[in-house]
């Protein structure tokens, strides 16, 4: 996962918040491909303050990328891209793009589970050095987990009362978000298509959520449920060595509910393996 802190309009973030707006279009001049923003992942909005230093006004989950006309853009999502006319988002446009010409096309980030905090928080405050010429936007997980930090402080300061009485965000699990965010980076490769097959049979009643990038770890306020589809005994280990890797990064987990979720027959030794981790073994068609 990778989550940026985007340079944004406060006029814009202004008017998103007094609309009670959970989901927006974040349009922005630049088609270019990001390096490394998927579905998911954070954007933090960074918006002018009464300090020198920009600060966090907020943040939305990625949905979807996609590159728009100024008409589709406004046919598709109206005031969602901030402006309560075409006119008025047309001129916004005009007025920030250094080309000779108006885009044909805008790059629009199509954000979901749009939070707005109580106060900005600085990025300082989590020992990030925010340049000061930041131009358009900054990766800041790349040496700590800066996304966490200001999950935890913002739950501390609390979502924007306004946004409360306007949004269904007034039971806003920050602590789970965190959790899933954590989990989520401590994942190196996707989902094998016999866990896939596997995770479609278990969830099939179960109705849960999978982290962001593997279809195949559940998560829910419970505990996690992670998948064993092989019959080798290195990938059991492999499982187990996660588990408690996890354990160790993520707090969090000593307090919820640990369940491996397998059609495998395990051996005594390795049942007995899970056991000193207290993880629960559930076969897919169980309830």
Known sequence: ?????????????????????????????????????????FLFFLVKTHKKEKGIAGFGKLARIENLSLNQMWNRYDIK?????????????????????????????YLEQVVFFEAPLFLSEFGFDLHYNLESFTYIDQDDDVTSKILASASTIGIDLWTMSTTKHQSFDFEHEILVHQLSTLVATEATPAEKKL????????????????????????????????????????????LAYCLKKVPALSKMKLSLYTD?????????LFTLLAVDLIHPDEP
């Open 1 to 41: 996962m990778a989550s940026i802190a985007y340079i944004s309009d406060e006029k814009m973030i202004e008017f998103h918040r007094l609309h009670g707006h959970d989901e927006i279009n974040f349009w922005r001049l630049s088609t270019r491909q990001f390096s490394d923003f998927k579905t998911n992942d």
């Open 81 to 109: 891209n901030g402006y309560a006319s075409k006119e008025e988002l047309k001129k916004v446009i005009e007025s920030a793009n250094k080309q000779e010409s108006f885009p044909r096309k805008l790059n629009c980030l």
């Open 199 to 242: 995770a479609k049979s278990f969830n099939k009643n179960r109705q849960l959520k999978c982290i962001p990038n593997h279809e195949a770890i559940f998560v829910d306020k419970n505990g996690i449920y992670v998948p064993l589809a092989s019959n080798k005994r290195k990938d059991t280990l492999s499982v187990f060595g996660w």
């Open 264 to 272: 495998r027959k395990l051996s005594e030794e390795d049942q007995e």
